[in-house]
């Protein structure tokens, strides 16, 4: 039997392609989704599955945000893409009743705290009641903005291009409005450094 180099890469496609396979069954999809490429893939499939209602418009990476004014908690309101002019934006989808948006935020208070005057800003968004948010913030400090709206099927999660409310969710946008990263997912400790990084 002659071995081919169409053979060879034949068999190498097809052990990579299980050993893939393999890796999810053993591991979980984790590790897949921890990166960027899984991370597009997640949210290319969620957002193709999804039915946003007519008229509203939806953030999609590459593209500016659409304008979108957000409810300051406690402060003012956050005018989208306007009020990101020249300086980047992480945006943190979130809810007081979500068990891994709780938990990340430590590490999104920590990222917040480490970007200084020109660093990427942090800007938290929680889809829940407010009285419910005021009380949980009491408890788990943050000293990065918040904003607030009803959760719904047109609501500023489902327009920063979260179609299914999937929390948390995070977007990181440039400093021209750009939509440029989506995040299905807590963060892990340390994980935010890398991934808002230019």
């Known amino acids: 039997m002659r071995i081919t180099p169409l053979k060879i890469v034949l068999v190498a496609t097809t052990a990579g392609a299980l050993g893939v396979v393999l890796g999810l069954f053993a591991t979980g999809p984790g590790p897949l989704l921890g990166s960027e490429f899984g991370q597009r893939v997640l949210n290319d499939a969620i957002a193709a599955r999804a039915e946003t209602p007519d008229g509203v418009a939806v953030a999609r990476r590459g593209q500016p945000l659409p304008a979108l004014r957000l409810t300051g908690l406690d402060g003012p309101d956050v005018v989208l893409p306007d009020d990101v002019a020249g300086r980047p934006l992480l945006v943190n989808v979130w809810a007081s009743w979500c068990a891994p948006c709780i938990r990340e935020m430590p590490e999104l208070d920590r990222y917040a705290r480490s970007q200084g005057e020109d660093g990427v800003r942090v800007l938290g968004l ?33 327009r920063l291009g979260n179609p299914r409310g999937v929390l948390p969710y995070s977007i990181l946008v440039d400093a021209q409005g750009r939509l440029l990263k989506q995040k299905i997912g807590p963060f892990e400790h340390g994980e935010i450094d890398g991934w808002a990084a230019p």
């Open 126 to 158: 929680a889809l829940d009641d407010p009285q419910a948010v005021r009380a949980f913030l009491q408890r788990i400090g943050v000293d990065y903005p918040q904003t607030i709206d009803s959760p719904g099927p047109t609501d500023a999660g489902v």
